[in-house]
């Protein structure tokens, strides 16, 4: 199994920055491309950005690109995402995933976190 613990949520206000960090464990875990998701109240999940185990390949959904950027360093099993510029609509809580492939796609992950909240207010 894979563990998945997210942290660095918060409340800030628009415009501001915050970063968040998903650190992996587990005896199954390996060459795993890792992801960011959110979901905002009352809304479906949706994906954020995702980067492949090299880290040489990032994938980000049109809302967020220019502002967030998703990095990794595999000597500690962390990825990060850096928010910069926050908007209300990027409130949510925040989930990092990970896939049983290198490739940064934005769906088919297999292990979830619990997720970490964002709320950003005007």
């Known amino acids: 199994q894979v563990q998945l613990a997210e942290s660095g949520g918060g409340s800030v206000q628009v415009g501001g920055s915050l970063r968040l960090s998903c650190t992996a464990s587990?005896?199954?875990?390996?060459?795993?491309?890792m992801g960011w998701f959110r979901r905002a109240p009352g809304k479906e999940r949706e994906f954020v950005a995702a980067?492949?185990?090299?880290?040489?390949?990032?994938n980000y959904a049109d809302s967020v690109k220019g502002r967030f950027t998703i990095s990794r360093d595999n000597r500690k099993n962390t990825v990060y995402l850096q928010m910069n510029s926050l908007k209300p609509e990027d409130s949510g809580v925040y989930h990092c995933?990970?896939?049983?492939?290198?490739?940064?796609?934005?769906?088919?992950?297999?292990?979830w976190g619990q997720g970490t909240q964002v709320t950003v207010s005007s």
């Open positions: 980067i492949s185990w090299s880290g040489r390949t990032t």
């Open positions: 995933a990970a896939r049983r492939s290198e490739y940064a796609t934005t769906d088919g992950y297999d292990y």
């Open positions: 587990g005896r199954a875990w390996g060459r795993y491309a």
